[in-house]
C-alpha cells in the first residue's frame, strides 16, 4: 500500500475536465502538493494510505475557483461610495481616497481582508491588478493562496511609481524576484487604454513578448470610455489596441461590455481571452458583456469579481450564478450559459485566461492540488439532482468548508490555517475610522 500526504473521499467530485462529468463516491489523492490519482474510494482504500485522510460523505470537491480579475486591497473601501456611475465613483470617490490613503500598509492589510474572503470562498487563484504588487505577492506567499499579480503600468504619478517608465521598471525588477515562485505568476497590467497612452502600451508588449507574460487590462468597460477614445483618437479602444499589436493568445481583456458582432468576430481570430465581471457591470450599470456571443465565437470567457469597492464582494459562487442568469437574459436563450459553463468559466477557464491550464483548472493528475470541498447536505441545496446545478444556482459560499492550494491545507472546517482573524479584524477597524473620518 502506498502511503501517500492526502486521501480526500467524497460523496461527488467535478474534475471539471473532462466536461459534464461528475463522479460518485471518488477520492482524490494528493502527494507531493499534487493530484496523483483519482479513482473510485473502495480501491483507493485498497491502493492508498493517507497520512491525513478525510471522509467528506456530503461534500462535492471542485477544483479551487480562480478569481480572474480582482483589486484585492479595495477591500478596504467596500461600501464606501456605493451607488454611482463608473468615472463618478472614481473621479470623486475612489482616486481621491487612493492619492490620501495609498500605502504598502494599505495594501497589506487590504489584501489580507481579500484574501481571507477567498479563502472562505473557495477561490484558491486570484488575479490581481493594483499598487504595491510586491506587497500584494508577499501576503498572497504568506497566506499560501496562488495568485497572478499583475505589474500595474498607468501614466500619471502614484505613490508607487512617478511615470510609466518607472512602473514598467519597477514591474520587471518584480517579476525578476518571483518568476521562479511557485504560487505567483506576473502578468503586466496597463490599467486600460484612457489611462496609459501608445508609447509604454508599445514597451509592454515588446517585454511580454520577449517574457512570455500575458497582459491583463480593462477594455471597454462602459459605452462613455469608448466614446471619449473615439472622440479623442477616431478610434475604438479595442482598434486601438489591435493596431499597436497588442491582442493575441496573452492578452486579457477585462469587461468587455461594448463590443460590436464584428469586434467580437476580430477579438476571436486573436485567440485572446475575456474576463467577465458582471455582478461589478450590474452595480455600476455599466453594460452587458455579450458572453454568449463571445462564447460561440470561440472566445475564452473566464469570471472575475472586481474589487469589493464596486461589488461589494469576492464571492465567485455569486458571480457564478450572475454569469448564468444574465448570460441568459442578455441572449434572450434559458440555454445560453448553463451551470457546467458557469463553472467552467470560474475554474478551467481562469486558468487558460492566466496561462496556468498546464497547473491549475481542473482536477487532473499531475496538475497542482488546489482543491475545494462544498457541503451539499445544507436544506438550502435539498433535494439534489445534479451537483453542478447546485453549486452554481443554490449553493452559497457558506458551504465551502475546506481548501487545499498545492496539498496544504487552507481551510479546515470553515477555520482558516494561516490567517489571524482577530488581529486582522482590529487592523480593518483601523482602516474603517482612518477612511470615513
Not at 2 to 15: G, S
Not at 78 to 107: C, K, T, Y
Amino acid at each position: 500500500m502506498q502511503v501517500v500526504d492526502t486521501l480526500i473521499h467524497a460523496r461527488w467530485i467535478i474534475p471539471v475536465e473532462p466536461e459534464s462529468v461528475t463522479l460518485e463516491h471518488h477520492a482524490l489523492v494528493i502527494d507531493g502538493g499534487r493530484i496523483i490519482d483519482l479513482l473510485p474510494s473502495e480501491l483507493a482504500s485498497q491502493t492508498y494510505q493517507g497520512t491525513s485522510t478525510e471522509n467528506l460523505n456530503t461534500h462535492a470537491l471542485l477544483p479551487g475557483l480562480i478569481n480572474s480579475h480582482t483589486h484585492a486591497a479595495m477591500t478596504l473601501m467596500r461600501g464606501i461610495a456605493d451607488d454611482l456611475p463608473l468615472m463618478d465613483w472614481l473621479g470623486n470617490h475612489i482616486w481621491p481616497l487612493e492619492q490620501q490613503w495609498m500605502s504598502e500598509a494599505f495594501v497589506k492589510d487590504g489584501t489580507d481582508l481579500a484574501i481571507a474572503e477567498m479563502i472562505l470562498g473557495g477561490t484558491t487563484c486570484f488575479n490581481d491588478m493594483y499598487f504595491f504588487p510586491e506587497i500584494t505577492a508577499a501576503q498572497a506567499i504568506q497566506h499560501g493562496i496562488r495568485a497572478s499579480v499583475g505589474l500595474i503600468v498607468i501614466d500619471f504619478p502614484t505613490v508607487w511609481a512617478e511615470h510609466s517608465d518607472a512602473y514598467i521598471e519597477k514591474g520587471l525588477a518584480l517579476h525578476e524576484q518571483l518568476r521562479h515562485h511557485p504560487l505567483i505568476s506576473t502578468p503586466f497590467a496597463p490599467h486600460a487604454p484612457y489611462t496609459v497612452s501608445d508609447e509604454p502600451l508599445q514597451k509592454i508588449k515588446t517585454f511580454t513578448d520577449e517574457l512570455e507574460l500575458p497582459i491583463h487590462i480593462h477594455v471597454h468597460e462602459t459605452l462613455h470610455e469608448v466614446e471619449q477614445e473615439q472622440e479623442k483618437t477616431g478610434l475604438r479602444p479595442l482598434q486601438r489596441l489591435l493596431n499597436l499589436g497588442l491582442i493575441d493568445p496573452s492578452f486579457i481583456a477585462v469587461h468587455m461590455t461594448q463590443l460590436t458582432d464584428d469586434e467580437i468576430a476580430q477579438f476571436a481570430k486573436t485567440g485572446a481571452h475575456i474576463v467577465h465581471c458582471p455582478e461589478s457591470n450590474l452595480k455600476l450599470a455599466s453594460g452587458f458583456c455579450p458572453v454568449a456571443k463571445c462564447i460561440a465565437a470561440g472566445i475564452n470567457v473566464a469570471l472575475g469579481t472586481d474589487g469589493a469597492a464596486s461589488n461589494n464582494d469576492l464571492d465567485m459562487f455569486g458571480e457564478m450564478r450572475s454569469a448564468a442568469l444574465l448570460g441568459k437574459a442578455v441572449a434572450g436563450d434559458a440555454r445560453a450559459i448553463p451551470a457546467m459553463t458557469a463553472l467552467r468559466m470560474a475554474t478551467i477557464n481562469g486558468a487558460k485566461a492566466l496561462g496556468l491550464d498546464h497547473e491549475i483548472g481542473s482536477l487532473t493528475v499531475g496538475k497542482a492540488a488546489d482543491v475545494i470541498a462544498v457541503d451539499l447536505s445544507a436544506l438550502e441545496t435539498q433535494p439534489l439532482y445534479c451537483p453542478v446545478s447546485q453549486i452554481v444556482y443554490a449553493a452559497s459560499r457558506q458551504q465551502v468548508t475546506d481548501v487545499w492550494v498545492a496539498g496544504k491545507r487552507l481551510l479546515k472546517q470553515r477555520h482558516l490555517t494561516t490567517v489571524n482573524i482577530e488581529e486582522l479584524r482590529l487592523k480593518i477597524a483601523e482602516w474603517q475610522v482612518k477612511l470615513i473620518g
